[in-house]
């Protein structure tokens, strides 16, 4: 994110709050701090404003912006879980647990060539000395066209329907996003093929 994108983020919310307290101001130092930790954890600013939006229009006048962080971490959390399960465990080190389950699928039966031709790249990369976060987003974009077409299409099902609730509170460039990481989360699971960082 730039900081441009960052400061249209803060306004946006700095409106939409003045908005629900009913006159306009600027964020406290405080507020803008809580602001900033939505940004920073990825929480979606649309997000942020349908919530702020409903307390509105539900009457609700809250003194501070720290009394909507609970509403805003439960509608995220809600958000999250339609990505995809629980994320995998991760090991910031090569020779932990994602290195040894992506070894392992090597050896699997059930994995297309394609597919196991892949992983060997890409571990062999990762041995290399390669960042294992852009070993993840290759991996990422590649699956789905490797991927047995059966399980991408039960993985491109299960996430339009878990995300079909949040459509309206995500931007287009958002849910787009959002879809892209939660099919490949649920290609990877079905595969067991964690995430290395």
């Known amino acids: 994110m730039t900081p441009s994108d960052a ?6 919310v700095e409106v939409a709050w003045g908005r629900l307290k009913g006159r306009p101001g600027l964020l406290s130092p405080r507020e803008f701090g809580i602001v900033e930790g939505w940004r920073q954890r990825g929480i979606p ?19 501070s912006l720290a009394y909507v962080t609970r509403s805003i971490d439960e509608a995220w959390t809600a958000v999250a879980a339609g990505r995809a399960a629980a994320p995998e465990p991760r090991a910031p080190t090569p020779g932990g647990a994602p290195e040894s389950a992506w070894t392992a699928g090597l050896e699997r039966s059930d994995l ?10 890409l571990l062999a990369s990762l041995r290399e000395g390669a ?3 852009a070993l993840d ?7 789905p ?7 991408v ?4 099902r299960e996430t339009a329907a878990a995300l079909a609730p949040f459509r309206a509170r995500m931007s287009a460039a958002e849910l ?10 649920r290609l990877r699971a079905a595969l067991g093929i964690p995430r290395l960082g």
């Open 7 to 12: 400061k249209r983020y803060h306004r946006a």
């Open 45 to 63: 600013e649309g997000l942020v404003l349908e919530v702020l939006e409903e307390r509105r229009r539900t009457g609700a006048q809250p003194r």
């Open 112 to 121: 297309s060539p394609a597919l196991r031709t892949l992983l060997a790249r």
């Open 131 to 133: 960042d294992a976060t």
């Open 137 to 143: 987003v290759e991996l990422d974009e590649t699956l």
């Open 145 to 151: 066209r490797l991927a047995p077409p059966e399980l």
């Open 153 to 156: 299409d039960v993985a491109e």
């Open 176 to 185: 787009a996003r959002t879809r892209l990481r939660a099919r490949a989360d």
